[in-house]
């Protein structure tokens, strides 16, 4: 393989692959950064068998030249040293040849690199999908939906099922659930899928962080395709395989209350400030719990106290209370990565007393809600 490369592709090829390659695998050959040169141009694989990722370098962009391919092939180099030599070399193109025995040289300037190789045959097939279910979503609605939900999966591995979000998809609509089950996050957006196909899976959590890093801020499509163990997310440029995770998903639907004594209406924004005050008394300790009262005139107190340093309170004015009073205690981490991912200027807050779950959804949108279970206080 003799190939010179343009370095910025490489160098953001190599970034997004990386993000796929652990240091710490039981296969060797995993802790490198796969690339094939083709005449249609180079693809670098990075996978840690969980999450595989595929980075194409066409020849030419924008009738700018990417890539000359004086001879094919393939080459497995080490992860670590590769991204950072190529971060580092001098000039605007990077030269790739590979001699024999694998060792590779790489020349940028008056800069070489000699690194040994492994051979490429060693190295594991990526999962060929057959690409019969797909249907398309924006890139930017993607990472929306990511960002609202993938907070909430939960990070004990006591229930595996829980590390992952739940897609269901039925009657052309995407429903996205995420739990640790002290609280839920739920994301519904609209698709066009082919022959209105259904599907229930379960992403880890993990997996769609790193994909939502790699994708850019465009609303150029995002093509999915899900086979029985495994999801592909594709786009122009990127393949991202992801394991499935095996079982069944706990049916949450029930958990969600329908009825509800005391409806708040507040502004997101005012009401994220005053919490995050509140929870700097309560942060020591495992007790970052703050307390919600509603008072007359649509007041709410919000209040935190830790016995050692002391204890905050304060008013905020809400736009409505309507139903019974109110005092409910809460874990301010939860409260506030809640009101994040609401998009909303005015939210409503639903109670069903100081001992239920309650639910955060935006005042005009019915596509999001967010649930989280109060915390026992004596």
Not at 14 to 37: C, E
Not at 206 to 226: G, H, Q, R, Y
Not at 332 to 342: E, I, Q, S
Not at 368 to 375: E, S
Request: proline share 5%.
């Amino acid at each position: 393989m003799k190939i010179t490369i343009d370095r910025e592709a490489l160098v953001q090829s190599v970034q997004d692959v990386m993000k796929a390659v652990s240091p710490r695998t039981t296969i060797p050959i995993l802790t490198g950064i796969k690339i094939t040169a083709t005449p249609q141009g180079v693809t670098l694989t990075g996978s840690d068998s969980d999450i595989s990722i595929e980075s194409f370098i066409p020849m030419e962009d924008e009738d700018k030249v990417l890539v000359e391919i004086a001879e094919t092939g393939s080459i497995v180099l080490q992860a670590r040293f590769f991204s950072e030599i190529v971060k580092k070399l001098p000039e605007k193109t990077v030269e790739i040849e590979v001699q024999p025995n694998f060792l590779t040289v790489i020349r940028s300037g008056k800069a070489e690199f000699s690194l040994n190789g492994l051979d490429a045959e060693e190295y594991p097939r990526l999962p060929q999908i057959e690409e019969e279910n797909v249907f398309e979503i924006p890139t930017d609605l993607l990472k929306t939906i990511i960002r609202q939900t993938v907070f909430a999966v939960s990070v004990s591995e006591t229930r595996p099922i829980l590390t992952g979000v739940n897609w269901r998809i039925e009657d052309e609509e995407l429903i996205c659930t995420a739990t640790d089950s002290h609280r839920l996050a739920l994301r519904k957006a609209k698709i066009e899928t082919e022959n209105h196909q259904s599907h229930n899976v379960v992403i880890p959590g993990k997996s769609l962080n790193e994909l939502s890093k790699i994708l850019d801020d465009s609303n150029a499509p995002v093509k999915i395709v899900i086979t029985a163990n495994q999801i592909l997310f594709k786009t122009k440029r990127l393949l991202f395989f992801s394991r499935l995770l095996d079982g069944n998903y706990p049916e949450t639907s029930r958990l969600i209350p329908t009825d509800s004594k005391t409806d708040i209406i507040v502004n997101a924004k005012e009401f994220l400030q005053a919490i995050d005050r509140a929870s700097l008394l309560a942060r020591e300790g495992r007790n970052n719990v703050v307390k919600l009262t509603t008072l007359s005139d649509g007041i709410i107190e919000i209040s935190s106290v830790s016995p050692e340093i002391g204890k905050v309170t304060e008013e905020i004015q809400s736009e409505s209370i309507e139903g019974e009073e109110l005092k409910i205690s809460f874990s301010a981490k939860y409260m506030m990565d809640a009101l994040k991912a609401l998009d909303g200027t005015d939210i409503k807050i639903s109670f069903t007393g100081a001992m239920r779950p309650f639910l955060l959804r935006p005042l005009h949108s019915d596509s999001m809600l967010q649930l989280i279970l109060p915390v026992r206080t004596y």
